[in-house]
């Protein structure tokens, strides 16, 4: 790393940028923290690169850095939300446009959830309605971690094999945007 | 990995938030392994945001990203050859300086010197100054403003002490630098301001037209374009600029404090124009701390928690409500 130069860190930008990216967010929920925060990761990559000695992959180093930032980013994001009862992203993030597609295709998983086995649609509700962590989930139905992965994926796999007629009409979920 | 029979574990792990640094590098080698697995995974993603009432998209801008960070790769290199430059520069004027002084004293007679620097002060009116190469600077009563004799020729710096207003013609090959004593602004094409604030900790630099870079010693760097203005503060090593997203080094502790002292110390923290909309508002107290945060987080808490409301117009931020919680 001693002698990275600009072109092979830009390269490694390139190369990284938008997986981390989708990986900051889908521990944050937002877009601004993410991209602020893989940027972070990179600033700080270049700025230590005299000082820093990678053992293992510069992918893995950045992937773990991101990762860990995310966490400090919650940790201070929970006391913050001790001042305000519901986070901002609810507020800010949460504009809704429902168009008539999207209430019927909500309706859809509503009859697909029906399909589900119990235990695994309770503990799919629980993650994705609650937004409660897994941790929280496994305690909550005294479980171990390891349950909760598997109904998650199970949950996931028989929602996909239900709905996949449905799913093209689904507007695009990731969205590039650049101007200026 | 090609296991496609927990592949959805893998998956809704990931979109759920709870992948671990390794698990989402797996996950990004599969989606990459066949265009298949990628439709899989969108397929899979398209059903979580279904599923969650408060779907965010994700959104990024590569490109604007990659300025951002250029932005900070590039000036750490120029502040340190700049730097460098600067201390010789100065080594150099000095002792040519006492050499002149001596030179003078013994001969009084007019120096031959090649290098001697010009100082200009302002003394009882604002003085207005054309520099040899098409720059226009007025000078603030009290302000001083010190180049050498190449300047034009092989630099353009200029050390400020005091408020000046710069009318600057961009060269690319000779830069114009204003030397605020370890804090730089650079112009890249310009007409802009700088005020030192009477308690002399704090710089102010407005620009009105192009971009200004404005750096210092320790590597702070940050680029001010037209109309906006930005705050540097001298013994914290802060940069603020009016429209920033992120708060520098914000760190606000409030107890039982009034609301319009609030008001005035963000205000001056991010250079921006706060106004109530109710004076009844300005006797409102408010014990909140804030670390690292940027206006608009500050306000939308300081709001929720006293049950007003803001919002944005144009370049100023209003805050509203009848009373208090």
Redo the contacts between chains.
Sequence with gaps: MNNISEASFEMLFNTHYEALTSYAFTLLNNNDDAEDIVQHVFINLWENRMKVEIHTSARAMLYKAVYNHCLNRIKHLKIQKAHVEHTLYVKNDAVIHQSIDQKELIQRLNLALELLPEQCRKIFEMSRFEHLKYQEIANQLQLSIKTIENQMGKALKILRAELKDYLPIILLIISKYYHG | MDNTE?????????????????E??LL?DWKLNNPKNME?F?????????????????????????K??QL??KH?TKVISFYQNYKTLLGLAASILIIAGVYFFLKNQSSTLEISNHIVSAQNKVKHLELNENSRIDLAIGSQLIYDNNFGKTNRNVKLNGSAYFTVKHNETLPFIVDLGNVYVKDLGTKFEIKLSADTDSIHIKVDEGIVLLFDSASNAIEITASERALYIKSTKQLITNNQ??GYDVNLNFENTKLSAVIAQLEEKFVAKIILANPKLNNCQIS?KFKD?DLA?IL??IT??LGLTYEKQNNEFIIKGEACN
């Design positions: 927990n592949i959805e574990t893998l998956i809704s792990k990931f979109l759920a938030g709870e992948a671990s640094p390794e989402a590098m990004e899989k969108i397929q899979c993603q398209k059903i979580f945001a279904l599923a969650n009432k408060q779907a965010t998209k994700l959104q990024y801008n590569k490109t604007k990203a990659w951002n960070i900070h790769i750490e997203l992120l909140a945060e987080t939308a808490v929720e928690t």
